[in-house]
Antibody
Framework: QLQLQESGPRLVKPSETLSLTCTVS??????????WSWIRQPPGKGLEWIAS???????YYNPSLRSRVTIFLDTSRNQFSLRLTSGTAADTALYYC????????????WGQGTLVTVSS | DIQMTQSPSSVSASVGDRVTITCRAS??????LAWYQQKPGKAPQVLIY???NLESGVPLRFSGSGSGTDFTLTISSLQPEDSATYYC?????????FGGGTKVEI
């Protein structure tokens, strides 16, 4: 059974970089033909897709975040990661890692989510 | 980018009521639409995919319809455990986008 788990600092200072890692178990980031993805949800607000990376390494970004976001795979550790530079309070959110199944068009499964706060 | 507009933003209904949530895409997405249910403190879970296909294990009181730009999620007989926020998501193309959500209160 595929499982995903987010990890990374919970508190980031303004202007600094937010870095999160998703550890995948029960599947492989380098062979499963799906898109590994990050989605965030500010407190009390809706869902925002951030980025996805295909098992082959092709990347897709939300245009509103493209200039600040990088998503990448670490196949040796079966992980994928997110870097978001120049953090502001608007980046405070619950960050989920998930798998996007392009054949059916949905995200599943999801990690439990990790709350990242951008504050001094 | 494809914009997804959900309505209403919230609805209050009673047990046994029929509840309908609509989602409109800014351009045609064929049937590339999924619906999710999110309960407080939990990650979203898919209910419907390809506009009208019920995910395994989802109660039959949930149904989806529509194609092109207009879609509907219907709960035929509202149950207490259906209190949640519901989101639509288009899967036609990147960037993937979600509707703003509909909070269902009982």
């Amino acid at each position: 059974q595929l499982q995903l788990q987010e990890s990374g600092p919970r508190l980031v200072k303004p202007s600094e970089t937010l870095s999160l890692t998703c550890t995948v178990s029960g599947g492989s980031v380098s062979s499963d033909k799906d898109y590994w993805s990050w989605i965030r949800q500010p407190p009390g607000k809706g869902l925002e897709w951030i980025a996805s990376i295909y098992y082959s390494g092709s990347t897709y970004y939300n245009p509103s975040l493209r200039s600040r976001v990088t998503i990448f795979l670490d196949t040796s550790r079966n992980q994928f990661s997110l870097r978001l530079t120049s953090g502001t309070a608007a980046d405070t959110a619950l960050y989920y890692c998930t798998r996007y199944i392009s054949a059916t068009g949905w995200f599943d499964p999801w990690g439990q989510g990790t709350l990242v706060t951008v504050s001094s | 980018d494809i914009q997804m507009t959900q309505s209403p933003s919230s609805v209050s209904a009673s047990v046994g009521d029929r509840v309908t949530i609509t989602c409109r895409a800014s351009q045609t997405i064929d049937s590339w639409l999924a619906w999710y249910q999110q309960k407080p403190g939990k990650a979203p879970q898919v209910l419907i995919y390809a506009a009208s296909n019920l995910e395994s294990g989802v109660p039959l009181r949930f149904s989806g319809s529509g194609s092109g730009t207009d879609f509907t999620l219907t709960i035929s007989s509202l149950q207490p455990e259906d209190s949640a926020t519901y989101y639509c998501q288009q899967a036609k193309s990147f960037p993937l986008t979600f509707g703003g959500g509909t909070k269902v209160e009982i």
